[in-house]
């Protein structure tokens, strides 16, 4: 099993409507995507920043919950 960083920061983010797609980018010199989610209407996903991930991001309409506080995406 890898040692994986898991005391990064968590996000909820919950799909207001269809089709929300969310990446993850990776850390490093070479931002790359490295991993893409899709969200219908009403679903939730939890999802934590590690030692890999750096950023994320999310186009379509979204409810975005972090200990910075809530924001919406997609307006």
Same mark, same amino acid.
């Given at each position: 099993m890898e040692n994986v960083?898991?005391?990064g920061e968590y996000i909820? *983010?919950?799909?207001?409507?269809? =089709?929300?797609n *969310?990446? =993850?980018l990776t850390r490093g010199r070479d931002t790359k995507?490295?991993?893409t989610e899709k969200l219908d209407r =009403?679903?939730?996903m939890i999802a934590q920043f590690t030692e890999q991930t750096s950023a994320m991001k999310i186009k379509g309409r979204a409810r975005i919950f972090t200990a910075h506080g809530v924001v919406e995406s997609g307006d």
């Open positions: 960083n898991t005391s909820v *983010i919950k799909a207001l409507d269809n =089709g929300v *969310i990446s =993850g995507f490295h991993h =009403g679903e939730v």
